[in-house]
């Protein structure tokens, strides 16, 4: 039995804060992607982490410009999530968002109606909620497991992403 190889997906990243690393390190574990090049509002960070990773380092307008990237990773605020998915979809560039992949299901209805359009895929990062944990604490509700629920409470122990995750 023969594989076929399949040519990388060339990916630009738009949004060099910390949450890029992980990108840049797990996505080595598959060669069906190939980050290329990153931007970031702030051109000198963009420029650090392309030094330190072996990419190009762009403004936002080249990378949607360059026919070299297939494929636009957004790693950008949620605020700016939108406005960057519409961006490079008109530039004719698949997306992938980190989450949320909108603010409101208007404008995320309103990113999905111009792939639609443009013939382009757009995908998001799961939230925590789709993992393997909450799904089976789902699953063992659903199926009964612990009788009907009537109430349910949440502690949440450590001050959040926001004190690792600022920028």
Known sequence: MTQTSLAPVRVGIIGCGIISHAYFTHSKAFSILKIVACADLDFARAQSVA?????????????LAD????????LTIPQAHVAVNL???????HVYCEKPFSLNVAEGL?????ARKRGVLVGCAPDTVLGGGIQTCRKL???????????????M???????????
Not at 51 to 63: I, N, S
């Open 51 to 63: 030094e330190k990773e072996g990419v190009k380092a762009c403004t936002v307008d080249q990378l």
């Open 141 to 155: 509700i659903d199926d009964g497991a612990i009788g009907k629920p009537v109430a349910a409470m949440a502690n």
């Open 67 to 74: 026919p070299d990237i297939d494929m636009v990773l957004n």
């Open 110 to 114: 309103q990113v999905m109606a111009e």
């Open 157 to 167: 122990l450590g001050h959040g992403p926001e004190s690792w995750h600022g920028n």
């Open 87 to 93: 961006s490079a979809i008109k530039a004719g560039k």
